[in-house]
């Protein structure tokens, strides 16, 4: 089945600095790659997806790129400010299921200090 | 507002006492899901729900059982809680019939057992 490992677990960056995370993923049909914000204390948001026809999609201050031969997508985030502070996560849908079970990578603790 | 509402929120209980977490959405989603939160294990997914009356199991099912009698209910149900089942729980909601679209999630369900 699909697993998806995700690095670092935490990143702490200085504000207006820029922040990468990455995930790796293991089902080279996967085809759909959201990332979620999970600020403390409340539920996942989607900030970004990316379906598997492009290579890399933005969103103001938020780029996902995806490399399909390497089997790997990253989160870009430039700029950063304090409020991007949250864990993030990455995930990726299981083939051998029908896209019914979806995977989750373990989290990145992101903080901006000022 | 579009919306998936959980109760309750916070829940303290004792090992061996049946209870239920209620899910509800108001979109009109087909597709429903169960996870669990844990440190450093990221979000699990413990059931998952394609449309009325069909229900799967996620990566995580044992102790936990659920049904889907109405498109817009998913109720978690745990038969006997153990201590192990201590965890932050998060409904999610989207629409089609699999996991290839952004996930709507709850506010969360926080379970003790003692």
């Known amino acids: 089945g699909e697993n998806v490992e995700q690095h670092p677990s935490t990143l702490s960056v200085q504000e207006g600095d820029s922040a990468v995370i990455k995930c790796t993923y293991s089902?080279?049909?996967?085809?759909?790659f959201p990332w979620y914000k999970q600020e403390l204390g409340k539920r996942p948001q989607l900030i970004i997806d990316?379906?598997?026809?492009?290579g890399e999609k933005k969103d103001q201050r938020i780029a996902v790129t995806l490399n399909k031969t390497a089997k790997h997508f990253s989160l870009h985030i430039t700029e950063t400010q304090p409020e991007d502070s949250a864990v993030y996560f990455c995930?990726?849908?299981?083939?051998?299921?029908?896209?019914?079970?979806?995977?989750f990578g373990t989290g990145t603790r992101l903080l901006v200090s000022p | 507002e579009a919306q998936v509402t959980q109760n309750p929120r916070y829940l303290i209980t004792v090992t061996g006492k049946k209870l239920t977490v209620t899910c509800s959405q108001n979109?009109?989603?087909?597709?429903m899901s169960w996870y669990r939160q844990d440190p450093g294990l990221g979000l699990r997914q413990i059931y998952y729900?394609?449309?009325?009356?069909?229900?799967d199991k996620g990566d995580v099912p044992e102790g936990y059982k659920v049904s889907r009698k109405e498109k817009r209910n998913f109720p978690l149900i745990l038969e006997s809680p153990s201590p192990n089942q201590t965890s932050l729980y998060f409904c999610?909601?989207?629409?089609?019939?699999?996991?290839?679209?952004?996930?709507?999630f709850g506010d969360g369900t926080r379970l003790s057992i003692l």
């Open positions: 999610a909601s989207s629409t089609g019939g699999n996991s290839n679209q952004p996930q709507h």
């Open positions: 089902d080279s049909a996967s085809n759909y």
């Open positions: 990316i379906r598997s026809n492009v």
């Open positions: 995930a990726a849908p299981r083939p051998n299921t029908g896209f019914q079970k979806l995977v």
């Open positions: 979109m009109n989603h087909e597709y």
């Open positions: 729900s394609m449309n009325v009356e069909v229900t």
